[in-house]
């Protein structure tokens, strides 16, 4: 199964390239900023063990910067950044407005960042990079938004491998018009109201959690949002939708954990350099998606009371956000 998580989705590049204009020692600096940016995260962050690299699909208008083999046709490998201390095989092509995933797929050009699986190779990673997103607007040049959104889900391919036990039963079995990735429960539950604002109290109480005073009043409303969200569970996820409640849970903890770790560097002394506040706003933004800002509070709330939890989370398998939350209060 394929997992997009979320894709970003603009308009195509059409600028032309020729093979000769693509190095992957012009696109160093700032593929070497993100990896040291994850690598920052993962072991003084996360204080996770190192483990092998998935494949990585870089590109910006012209060209394609990969340790994909596949992604780059072949292509000889160069030496290029490194990850971890590791040597990846990287490569550069151009790609004519068209990326050859790892798993041999092809998807156009345009604004994206997701982590994928495929079956032979494992996961893999795919994002545009920062001239692109300055090229599309989205952004102003030297913004850090886009190196948190790096992080968010580059946080996946440590996840994922971890979580396709659950999704992947549901996927084979799915038959809501509803695309299934992380919004599918939003996008089923959102027209109903009193859904929506049972979702919206316990969100609010997590972020009461995260911020209050003490500890113990930390854990006492995260007791009451975690009995909140049970009940919503067995009102709204019952008999043929109880498959939501696998959806609501898993994602939930993969989207939580990605908004968390972008955070937590946006606010490092040596990461981003924001205040908590500031990293937590610019990570909610518009806060148009339900499980990216749930979640966000929730691990605000399992980060203040439950400590070593992301051997728990980035871990085959990997923990779901209810049980996670059980084990912070209890």
């Known amino acids: 199964m394929r997992f997009l998580l979320p894709a970003m989705l603009l308009v195509t590049s059409s600028l032309p390239a020729s093979a000769d204009v693509c190095s992957v020692s012009a696109a160093r600096p700032w ?63 151009a790609h004519g407005d068209s990326l050859t995933l790892p798993d041999g797929s092809h998807v156009p050009v345009q604004l994206m960042s997701f982590t994928a699986v495929d079956k032979k190779s494992g996961p893999y990673f795919v994002m545009a990079a920062p001239s692109y997103w300055v090229l599309k607007g989205v952004v102003a040049a030297n913004d850090s938004g886009p190196t948190g959104v790096f992080l968010h889900e580059f946080a996946h391919t440590r996840q994922v491998g971890g979580m396709r036990h659950t999704i992947g039963p549901i996927d084979s079995t799915w038959k809501y018009p509803e695309e299934l990735d992380d ?35 930390a854990r006492k409303l995260a007791k009451e949002a975690l009995a909140m969200i049970e009940r919503r569970h067995a009102r709204w996820f ?18 939580g954990a990605g908004q968390w770790v972008a955070a937590a560097w946006l606010s490092h002394p040596r990461g981003g350099g924001m205040t908590r506040d500031a990293a937590v706003a610019k990570m909610l933004g518009k806060r148009k998606w339900w499980v990216q800002d749930e979640g966000l509070a929730l691990f605000l709330v399992v980060d203040r009371l439950l400590p070593g939890w992301p051997l728990l989370v980035f871990h085959e398998p990997s923990m779901g956000a209810s049980e996670l939350l059980a084990r912070a209060v209890r």
């Open 31 to 93: 593929i070497t900023r993100w990896l040291a940016a994850w690598e920052l995260t993962s072991r003084d962050i996360l204080k996770l063990p190192d483990a092998p690299a998935p494949n990585i699909v870089f590109y910006d208008s012209a060209c394609v910067y990969t340790t994909s083999g596949v992604s780059a046709g072949g292509a000889p490998p160069v030496e290029g950044p490194k990850l971890l201390g590791a040597k990846p095989p990287w490569r550069a092509i």
């Open 183 to 217: 919004d599918a429960v939003q996008k089923h539950f959102g027209k109903d109201s009193v859904y929506v604002a049972a979702y919206l109290a316990e969100r609010d109480l997590l972020y009461r959690a995260a911020a209050a005073a003490t500890p113990e009043e």
């Open 238 to 255: 019952t008999g043929e939708m109880a498959e939501f409640a696998i959806l609501d849970d898993t994602f939930l903890s993969m989207e």
